[in-house]
């Protein structure tokens, strides 16, 4: 039980450049999200999938797109790069109990730290 | 809408005694809350959550939580620090029927020998 898988850990981009930041779960759990940290600012949430087959837009998504392709795996692209998106990027998933998500902690993803110049 | 406030960015304490990390949160419904902690160049993991059971929340590794209601407030405590103890923890809200967790911006323990 690997819980939350994230790939790669570490990247470097030049401006313009585009990659894909994969996100793996074997929890079964409904919903992934995807959040940066930066200094100071605790986590900002990009997008989240509540569950399969549905995304939406979180507090940062300008410049990024996700994709929930099955229900483990939930991918965050960057089609442009820019010098502002220079973070840490951390997958989450959580499961459900009841008719509520909000009562299940998530389960966070060891991060992809990525540098654009 | 939700929020979240840690009140101190940076605490540091000496081993062995106690620690008290502070959180003040703005919800419209009945919140879920939560501390994460986050080692360096780690990912973050659960302390400890609040789902509306007991108000006295007892989480791993010794830290406990108390959610006052009249307060808005949840915060973390420990009665002795450890050295392992050094890293940042984060408050989280979260709303029933919602799917949004709101983080605070975080506070750094440092803990000193």
């Known amino acids: 039980n690997a819980g939350v898988t994230q790939t790669p850990k570490f990247q470097v981009l030049k401006t313009g450049q585009s990659m894909t930041l994969q996100c793996a779960q074997d929890?079964?759990?409904?919903?992934m999200y995807w959040y940066r940290q930066d200094p100071g600012m605790g986590l900002r949430l990009i997008y989240y999938?509540?569950?399969?087959?549905?995304?939406d837009k979180g507090e940062v998504p300008n410049g990024y797109n996700v994709s929930r392709l099955n229900k483990r795996e939930f991918s965050l692209r960057l089609e442009s790069a820019a010098p502002s998106q220079t973070s840490v990027y951390f997958c989450?998933?959580?499961?459900?109990?009841?008719?509520?998500?909000?009562?299940?902690?998530?389960?966070f993803g060891p991060g992809t730290r990525l540098t654009v110049l | 809408a939700q929020s979240v406030t840690q009140l101190d960015s940076h605490v540091s304490v000496s081993e062995g005694t106690p620690v008290l990390l502070r959180c003040n949160y703005s919800?419209?419904?009945?919140?879920?809350l939560f501390w994460y902690v986050q080692h360096p160049n780690k990912g973050l993991q659960l302390l400890l959550k609040?789902?509306?059971?007991?108000?006295l929340v007892k989480g791993i590794n010794g830290f406990e939580a108390e959610f006052k209601k009249s307060e808005t407030s949840f915060h973390l405590t420990k009665p002795s620090a450890h050295m392992s103890d050094a890293a940042e923890y984060f408050c989280?809200?979260?709303?029933?029927?919602?799917?949004?967790?709101?983080f605070g911006t975080g506070t750094r323990l440092k803990v000193l020998a």
């Open positions: 989450a998933s959580s499961g459900q109990t009841g008719k509520s998500f909000s009562y299940n902690e998530q389960f």
């Open positions: 609040y789902t509306s059971a007991a108000t």
């Open positions: 929890m079964n759990h409904n919903s």
């Open positions: 919800s419209s419904y009945s919140p879920s």
């Open positions: 999938s509540a569950s399969e087959g549905t995304t």
């Open positions: 989280v809200v979260s709303n029933s029927g919602t799917y949004k967790y709101i």
